[in-house]
Structure formats: C-alpha cells, structure tokens
C-alpha cells in the first residue's frame, strides 16, 4: 500500500520472466556444489569385505577437489544447460505461481495474514505442478552429473544435454523422460512448500520485528531459513530422487527406499545433507535476493 492511493502489482508474464532469470542465476553459481551432492547420493556402500572399502568422494569439500583433480574445472558445472532448462521452466512456474494459487485458493479479497498451512498448501500444489513439466530437464542434469570420471577409451553416454535427450527418447521410448516422476513430485512439491511457505513467514515475521525492514539482509536471513528447512524435510525423497534417476536398476520409488534403507540404513537417506544444506542454503539466498531486485523493475502501480 502505498501514499497516493495505489497499489503494487505484476502481471504472471513478469512474475514468471523474474523468477526465471533468478532461478537461473542462483543455478549458474551454486550447480558445482549440486554436483558435489548428487555424486554423494549416488555412492553406495561399500560391501562386507570389499577390498575397495574406502569411499571415493568424502565430503562436500573432499568431492569437489576429487572431481576438479580427476576430471577438470568445468566438470564441476556438469548438467548446467539442462539445469537452466530447468530452471527457467521449474523455477518459472513453481515461483511465478505461488502468488496466483495463494489468491485463487484463498480469493484476492481476503483479509489479514494468510496461515502458514495454507502457505504451505499453495507451495506443495505449485512445486507438483512445475516439476510434471519440468521432470524430463531434471532427468538429463542427473544422468550428466552422474557420470565420473572414466577408463581411457570408455566413451561418455551422452555428448550434452540435447544428446542426452535425443538418446534416452531412442533407446528407452519418450515416457522414460518422467522416470522418477513420483519421488521428484515428492521432493520438489515438499520442497517447494518448505522453501516458499517458510520464506514468506519467516520474512514476514522477521519484518514484525522492530527496527528490521524489507532490505537485502532480511531477505538473507529469510532465503538461509528457507533452506534449511527444505533441507531437512526433503532429503530422503532427493536421495531417492537422484538414485532413480541416476541408476535404471530400481523397479519403482518403494524398490530404491527399501533398498537403500535395508543396505545402507535410514542415514543413507540424508547422505549429502551438508552440501545439500550449502547449496540450498546459497541457492535460495542467491535466488531470493535476486528475485526480490528483478521484480522491481516489472512492478506497476494500479489505483486501489
């Protein structure tokens, strides 16, 4: 609300176009700490007697040297054009439509403070919706980051993204672009919901606090909350999420939780939480604060 008699509005094209940018931009930076994460979910256990019985990749940082060591720099932005394809769709649509399903659930003349169930209603509704369309993006970014390094004369699967997509829709049919579908709606609607609901309320909770305004160091100290809870809430459907799509050898979602939770036990479920926790925690930090800076160039005032 403002003095003149007006309000603050932006239409879904731009609340949608600014979303994307900043996805985009929060992906360019953080996507070497998502490979980081990715390779960990994918370590199996090492067998009783394994003569192999330590693991390659120990730790974020550990990781990120054995893949910069072993396979260059730029191996650790692995899967970023699919990541920006993703982003741009999934980020787009997830974020652009969190404020339209908020006013369509609840109405545009609802008064007072929308509760943190329904928040969280209108997260996990637009998280479902962005990652059906999104899922084949986020299927070609894991089969990349996936794949180390490899034994001299061993050819990688798939020269790039469009590769990618080409050869998995030749050799395994078009509908296996949404093979992990089911977890990644898990994962992406409940960690949608924990992002967007909880940076709402944290940021309108801290901005009830005195002395704290709408200014970038709220927006941090929102976008690192955020994280954390998405963080703790969705790592074991992301685990599942990256072992389904990184290893056809699971018959369905049951199949991969069941056997990562009998092999290796129920910590397996959050094996790169702290890159996972640093990543989300930088990307929503990045992202927001990005998004907070592009939305203003696309506001309008219409009169009340």
């Not at 879904?12 to 600014?18: A, D, G, I, M």
């Not at 649509?93 to 329904?118: C, N, T």
């Not at 009830?208 to 709408?214: A, L, S």
């Not at 049951?254 to 989300?280: H, M, Q, S, W």
Request: charged residues 20%; glycine residues 10%; positive net charge.
């Amino acid at each position: 609300m403002v003095d003149n008699g007006s309000r603050t509005d932006i239409s879904f094209y731009w609340r949608f176009v600014s979303s994307a940018i900043a996805a985009c931009f929060a992906e360019f930076c953080t996507i070497p700490l998502d490979t980081a994460k990715v390779r960990l979910q994918l370590q199996k256990k090492a067998a009783a007697g394994d003569a192999v019985a330590i693991p390659k990749y120990r730790g974020m940082l550990g990781t990120i040297i054995t893949i910069f060591r072993e396979e260059g720099l730029t191996a650790l932005w692995t899967g970023l054009v699919p990541g920006l394809h993703r982003q741009c769709l999934f980020g787009g649509l997830r974020i652009g439509l969190y404020e339209p399903v908020k006013a369509f659930l609840f109405g545009d003349s609802f008064v007072g403070d929308i509760s943190l169930i329904k928040k969280i209603l209108a997260g996990l509704i637009t998280g479902a919706l962005a990652i059906t369309v999104a899922n084949p993006t986020d299927l070609v970014k894991v089969r990349l980051q996936s794949e180390g390094k490899l034994p001299p004369g061993v050819p990688r699967r798939y020269l790039g993204a469009l590769d990618a997509y080409f050869k998995i829709i030749r050799q395994e049919g078009i509908g296996s672009l949404w093979t992990g579908l089911g977890p990644n709606i898990a994962r992406n609607a409940i960690i949608n919901a924990a992002e967007l609901a909880s940076y709402d309320h944290i940021k309108q909770t801290i901005l009830e606090i005195p002395g704290f305004t709408d200014d970038i160091f709220t927006h941090v100290l929102a976008g690192l909350g955020a994280g954390f809870f998405a963080v703790c809430i969705g790592s074991p459907v992301d685990v599942v999420k990256s072992r389904m799509m990184g290893d056809s050898s699971y018959k369905s979602t049951l199949d991969c939780f069941i056997k990562t939770l009998k092999n290796e036990g129920p910590l397996a479920l959050y094996k790169g939480f702290i890159p996972n926790f640093v990543r989300l925690g930088s990307w929503n930090v990045i992202m927001f604060l990005t998004l907070e800076q592009v939305k203003m160039f696309f506001i309008r005032e219409v009169p009340l």
